[in-house]
């Protein structure tokens, strides 16, 4: 750890002259936020105070009672479509205008900072935040973080680079431990972080509620500080997530400024106390008060008076990102599009209450909202509109035969179906990755009386598709927001071409996945045994045939890759390579490709996935027209973390630059040979499994990767409960179950009774799994912070 010595510190600080005036308690204060949203405003010291929003699809500005579920009111905002969609646009213009566009919105409703991006591997389709974040690949995620970070930037607003890091899964998120080998870390886990913070620039970082190997985030000093700081040249500030510090003192040490929201001040005395008694250095108070300070200067200048956002214009753009983020899977005899006079049978509940965005703290109350029936009305298209099945997921069989008549008078059912929202929310992971059999059952019975199907996919992450034969087309629109309704009809019609591309794979069936046998397993500890495997990394190394791969996406044209050329055929380490390429429309149609570049090691010194995704460009087309897509490669696109070295590496031999359309549809490839001094990991007493991925990797194989034992989780027993356990925790003692059951019936009191509120469930699984001292973080109130410790010394005494 580096220790600021204190004269050096006071001198280099920015803001010296309005510290010099604060005490030590203001200092403190300043360090935590006043309430939900906002930072303490103090005219003593001529400080204002700046006010924070979600997030990453949208503003959700809460005028009255603030919550970091989404669940009481926001000011109407744009609904764009949520990062599983957006991403699948590959188009980084289209983010940063998104990012602009929330950024106005921000300026409108006067919000300082925004809450995003997300940009978090999505390492299990089961995570049920998986929405909320790009890609299961770095690159992809980090590219289109930066670029939404620079679009609200741009604009004199700030942003918030979420969940700082190892944030993979939201069963036990407040309390869980990602033990992750170094080099995974830095290839995978901390990449995605780094592009954007290096390229995106924003104003704050927020730090997750897990630990990384044992440490919260919030006292990381390896992350926050070492990583982030040191290494990155962070020089924003580190806020928590809502309730995520753990630690406030060692918080200071690593490098963390702003604890949100206020906590009722819990953890003050604590550190004035430990400045009083020399265990922390006031150097690190002032340190972060300095940094506060900047940033409010900053974000008040970016400050717009009187600013109006264009409500109209937003909502095309929201719909704009719908189109390009929509991915056409199927089109068997090219069904689609259909014509506007064709029957129409659309079915579906889906379709009509219509499922956009996802649950929790990204909740946007939207400016309007355009449903699939909506678009269709509003196409004048000929059709009619039935559920098929309750929005539950539960089956109707009246609805099923309504569907069935529906169809068989038709020329094309289009059915919708997908995750019904209780599915897929922010704090709780999905059980499984179908869809509810009922949605199943529907399509069958109408593919049966007629098969012109096309399928509307709706949800947030991957499901399984052994329901393909049942449909010629699938049309995967993801949450696209508020203009979903206006985006599908055009894709149908084919006035819009489809040019989306999964940034994540499909694969054939959940335990084809890389950590389906361990994942939500020890929720506590979740153990990244398969390493830098992850996505389409593991799947093609693994042999594995996946549904849909990453990067795959139809179109209604076709495009012709030719004339591959590399600037060198032999390089030396650090030097840059230009790849070329040229992509012809070859359709009928006005189109757009996402040209993707891999690199594929063929060093054979290192254990490494056999291609990895190093650029990305979208070009847009019209019929018989050709460009030349161009790329830069660089150091990191050849590299490996070398853990060894603690350094990035580039191995001397031969690589191959592939071009392609998808990780499994390569076009275009080419040799290069690298000169370099680096010498290999000595990757011997590795276990095989990192070699052949044959299986899967146990503990003992994990701990020779990781390079310690780990210990199973252990529950804390009696004796040994403390304010980081959760009420869940202690639900076998008197006390514990007491309180559990007294939160939870208040709670279902607020619901009306209905233990099937998709909003009850959601606070239910969060309340009873948060650590308790984090609970009463976000609830604000310090007396439950008693109540707490009061249980935890009754439920140790039992
Ligand atoms: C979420 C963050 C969000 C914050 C404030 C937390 O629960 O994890 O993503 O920004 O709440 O709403």
């Avoid at 949100?260 to 005395?269: L, Q």
């Avoid at 693994?542 to 004339?563: C, D, I, M, Q």
């Avoid at 030097?575 to 012809?584: D, G, N, Q, Y």
């Avoid at 439950?784 to 009754?794: A, D, N, P, R, W």
Wanted: charged fraction near 25%.
């Amino acid at each position: 750890m580096k220790l600021i010595e204190r004269g050096k510190a006071m001198s280099s600080l920015k803001n010296k002259n309005i510290i010099d005036k604060m005490s030590l308690e203001d200092k403190v204060k300043l360090c935590s936020g006043a309430d939900f949203w906002n930072t303490e405003e103090m005219d003593e010291y001529g400080i204002g105070k700046i006010s924070m929003s979600d997030g990453p699809h949208g503003l959700r500005k809460q005028d009255g009672v603030g919550d970091h579920l989404g669940i009481n009111d926001s000011v109407p905002a744009t609904c764009f479509p949520t990062a599983c969609c957006s991403s699948s646009t590959w188009n980084v213009d289209l983010l940063e205008k998104m990012g602009r566009a929330i950024a106005e919105e921000a300026l409108e409703y006067k919000v300082d900072v925004v809450l995003g991006p997300g940009v978090n591997i999505k390492r299990n389709p089961l995570c049920g935040r998986n929405f909320e974040y790009f890609s299961e690949d770095p690159y992809v995620a980090g590219k289109l973080g930066a670029a939404w970070i620079k679009g609200v930037e741009g604009q004199g607003v700030g942003t918030s680079l979420k969940h700082f890091a190892g944030n993979n899964q939201e069963n036990e998120r407040l309390s869980s431990d990602s033990i992750i080998d170094e080099r995974t870390l830095r290839e995978i886990y901390l990449a995605p972080f780094e592009i954007a913070v290096k390229e995106g620039k924003p104003k704050t970082v927020m730090c997750a509620y897990n630990k990384i190997n044992g440490t919260y985030l919030s006292d990381n000093n390896y992350i926050l500080r070492d990583i982030l700081r040191d290494e990155w040249g962070f020089d924003g500030v580190v806020v928590t997530d809502w309730g995520a510090m753990n630690d406030k003192i060692e918080a200071f040490k690593a490098g963390l400024e702003l604890e949100m929201p206020s906590s009722a001040k819990m953890f003050d005395k604590m550190v004035i106390d430990a400045v009083n008694d020399g265990s922390l250095s006031e150097d690190y108070v002032n340190e972060a008060v300095d940094r506060i300070l900047s940033l409010i200067k900053q974000c008040t200048l970016g400050r717009r008076e009187n600013f109006k956002f264009n409500r109209e214009e937003h909502h095309d753009l929201a719909k704009k990102i719908a189109i390009e983020g929509s991915v056409l899977l199927k089109n068997e005899n090219n069904i689609l599009p259909f014509n506007k006079d064709k029957k129409i049978a659309l079915i579906g509940a889906l379709g009509n209450d219509v499922r956009y965005q996802g649950a929790g703290s990204s909740h946007i109350n939207p400016s309007k909202l355009i449903s699939i029936v909506d678009g269709f009305n509003k196409s004048r298209v000929n059709f009619k509109y039935c559920p098929g099945y309750e929005m539950n997921g539960d089956e109707n069989i009246e609805y099923v035969n309504e569907a069935i008549e529906l169809a068989k008078s038709s020329d094309i059912s289009v059915v919708v179906i997908g995750l019904p929202s209780e599915y897929e929310s922010e704090g709780y992971d999905r059980q499984h990755m179908r869809i509810p059999d009922s949605h199943v059952k529907l399509l069958e019975e109408v593919y049966k009386v007629n098969n012109n199907v096309v399928v509307i996919l709706l949800g947030g992450s991957p499901v399984e598709v052994p329901w393909i034969d049942s449909t010629k087309a699938i049309l995967n629109m993801y949450l696209s927001g508020q203009a979903v309704g206006d985006a599908c009809i055009e894709l149908l019609l084919g006035n819009e071409c489809p040019s989306g591309k999964l940034a994540e794979t499909y694969p054939i069936k959940y335990e084809d996945n890389q950590c389906s046998h361990i994942y939500g397993i020890d929720p506590r500890q979740a153990e990244y045994r398969e390493g830098i495997y992850v996505g389409y990394r593991y799947y093609e190394k693994a042999n594995k045939n996946v549904r849909f791969p990453f990067g795959f996406g139809l179109s209604y044209t076709t495009f012709e890759y030719s004339n591959l050329k590399v600037s060198n055929s032999k390089i030396n380490e650090g030097e840059k390579l230009t790849v070329k390429c040229s992509v012809k429309n070859t359709g009928k149609v006005f189109g757009a490709e996402v040209v993707q570049l891999y690199v594929s090691d063929k060093t054979n010194l290192v254990y490494r996935p056999i291609k990895e995704l190093k650029g990305f460009k979208k070009i847009f087309l019209n019929p018989g027209e050709e460009k030349e897509v161009d790329f830069e490669l660089d150091e990191r696109s050849f590299a490996y973390y070398d853990v060894k070295s603690k350094d990035w590496k580039v191995l001397q031999g031969k690589y191959e630059i592939l071009l392609g359309a998808s990780s499994l549809d390569i076009k275009l490839k080419a040799d290069v040979e690298v000169i370099s001094s680096s010498e290999s990991l000595n990757d011997d007493n590795l276990p095989e499994w990192y070699f052949k991925l044959q299986g899967y990797p146990t503990r003992k194989d994990f701990e020779k990767l990781y390079g310690k034992e780990i210990k199973p989780y252990k529950l804390p027993a009696k004796g040994e409960y403390d304010l980081n356990c959760s009420l869940n925790d202690l639900r076998y003692t008197n006390a514990g179950s007491m309180m559990l059951e007294q939160m939870r019936s208040n709670m279902l009191k607020g619901f009306g009774g209905d233990e099937n509120n998709q909003e009850f469930i959601f606070l239910q699984a969060i309340t009873s799994t948060t650590p308790m001292q984090r609970l009463a973080q976000q609830s604000g109130d310090s007396e439950l912070y008693e109540t707490f410790k009061g249980i935890v010394q009754m439920a140790n005494k039992e």
